[in-house]
């Protein structure tokens, strides 16, 4: 005779084992129809699975987080068994829910194709209306191992075999289909509903590993309800429209090539735009009293080991190894290189806090299959910064440092931000007292602060913990950017030190601090959030002369001079074009300003302005004009639009 105990406190007594399912129903019809599983002292069950013993209970529903991802892995098991059904020579491997949808791994020697998915696709909704029972069974591991071997299915056989011999193994079955998986699923595949769509195929490693095989990865999105698929599947349209590869190109901003995967080739309007970044940041920076250093991207392998760094990320990063057989490794951050310039002399606690920052650039190693444009690159530019300081600066460094970066992403059109605490990961360097105290300074700076925060549970770098900062862009995507981390590990490991009032030596607190993180990946963000449509304080190219007449050249190139005069990044197109057409090519090319010119604004000396996504056009002044846009300028993005 269970007693269940639920979310409100309340209590219910059953005669028999029960379900979540049956507790659903006598809750409520409406709840029943909501429930995907059914939280039992903290561990997921599957709503069938029976509770013999008293327990607290909470009901999962589709609509929540958690039940959202068990219909996204229960799509990828429905995505399997309909491949296995079209094409029964496949092997499935692995089919995990991910963020917005999931994905399934399979080994076919044909390669699947966008007709392919429509096929697969209608089958899973077959699979839907078939309401098949997916059915939780134990196995014993070698007999779970002998019997997929025995189908031909080697690498879930692989799967099963590395699991230890002693431990039972879970198996869920759906009509003629069978599945290794920890579970929980859902009751049958009808309740799995067709708010659900395949997006793509790509190459995918087994388990990772670029010296095993290539897998085909399907790609689906799947949703509680259709009306959030649809609103998904627009935000993806919208997305390829904003495209940062597509709009660089458009724009003539960069390019990347075979020679040098995951590196920017940056042309001239593009580096305008990178340096425009720069020269924004180091403002700030200096007005907040940072002081701006460079270090070497080349360092002896014997200084990231005493960091720590070559233990948790030297797969991560590029080496060599010189004639006389030295070892060095190319930086994949800049905090060591901090710490040696910190070093150098006698550090007085007088001199704290002590603020470095640098545009460093820096290389890491990410598989070919993770680069994505200028999301996810080797070779980036990261606007690092590190504050030494004693502990009790912490938390007004801190603040401080928040302070900065919500003003910085303000300036940029970013005003929804979410900030993450990530406290110790499983791998690390440290006592877990020197991290409790970390963690503690880094929480009391967000309650000073009075700043919102979510957990992250376990994802602090590996010397300490962390805050995330998390931009939301103009589609409702999220980018996690910025970070600020306390360090109470790193300076000792490199025999940092300062001199306190005692007039002994002392271990700074080291803050690590990124505000844009890769400046690549953020200008590829800022394009994408803009739609190319940069404000005119940061376009490369912020105004274009127009001619509508030849007998206007001499003006046109009169005005952009004057432009330039003024401080604004301006050039002319004196083509012998229709105005229409001028103003059509320039507008694709996202130019904020056009300045048309004729024979009555020669005559005037006027301008004709038109700003981008506006149909009407101003005549100005040319002074007025100059100053308009100056003034612009000036208020760093006032009229930015997205």
Known sequence: MPNITLPDGSTRQYDAATSGADIAASIGKSLARAAVAVRVDGELYDLTRKIDA??????????????????RHDAAHVLAEAVKELWPDTQVTIGPAIENGFYYDFAREEAFTDADLEVIEARMKDIVDRNESIEREVWNRDEAVEFFRGIGEEYKAEI????????????????????????????????????????????????????????????????????????????????????????????????????????????????????????????????????????????????????GHWDTFGDNMFTTETVDGRHYAIKPMNCPGHVQVFKQGI?????????????????????????HGMMRVRAFTQDDAHIFCTAEQITAESIAVCDLILDIYRSFGFDDVRIKFADRPEVRV????????????????????????????????????????????????????????????????????????????????????????????????????????????????????????????????????QLRNAGLRAETDTRNEKISYKVREHSVEKIPALLAVGQREVEERNVAVRRLGSKQQTVLSLDDAIAQLSEEVRNHGSASNN
């Open 347 to 371: 550090t007085s606690y007088r001199d704290l806090p002590y603020r470095l920052a640098e545009f460093g650039k820096c290389h890491r190693y990410e598989p070919s299959g993770a680069l």
């Open 160 to 307: 099963i075999a590395s699991i230890p011999s002693a431990e039972d193994i879970t198996l869920y079955r759906q009509g003629e289909f069978i599945d290794l998986c920890r579970g929980p699923h859902l009751p049958s595949t009808g309740a799995l509903g067709k708010a659900f769509k395949l997006t793509r195929v790509s190459g995918a490693y087994w388990r990772g590993d670029s010296n095993n095989e290539m897998l085909q990865r399907i790609y689906g999105t799947a949703w509680s309800h259709e009306k959030q698929l649809r609103k998904y599947l627009s935000m993806l349209e919208e997305a390829e429209k904003r495209d940062h590869r597509r709009l660089g190109r458009i724009m003539d901003l960069f390019h990347f090539q075979e020679e040098a995967p995951g590196a920017v080739f940056w042309h001239p309007k593009g580096w305008n735009l990178f340096q425009s970044l720069i020269d924004f940041m180091r403002r700030k920076q200096n007005a907040a009293g940072y002081q701006e250093i460079n270090t070497p991207e080349i360092m002896s392998r014997t200084l990231w080991q005493a960091s």
């Open 54 to 71: 008293d327990a607290s209970i909470e009901i999962v529903t589709r609509d929540s987080e958690e039940g959202l991802e068990l219909l």
């Open 430 to 561: 440290g006592e877990d007292a020197v991290w409790d105290q970390a963690e503690a300074a880094l929480l009391k700076a967000l309650e000073v602060a009075e700043l919102d925060y979510t957990h992250n549970p376990g994802e602090g770098a590996f010397y300490g913990p962390k805050l995330e900062f998390v931009l939301r862009d103009a589609i409702g995507r999220d980018w996690q950017c910025g970070t600020l981390q306390v360090d109470l590990n790193m300076p000792g490991r490199l025999g940092a030190t300062y001199i306190g009032e005692d007039g002994n030596k002392h271990l700074p607190v080291m803050l690590h601090r990124a505000i844009f993180g890769s400046l690549e990946r953020f200008i590829g963000i800022l394009i994408e959030h803009h739609a190319g449509n940069l404000p005119l304080w940061l376009a490369p190219v912020q105004a274009r002369v127009l001619t509508i007449t030849s007998e206007a050249n001499d003006y046109a190139e009169e005005v952009a001079q």
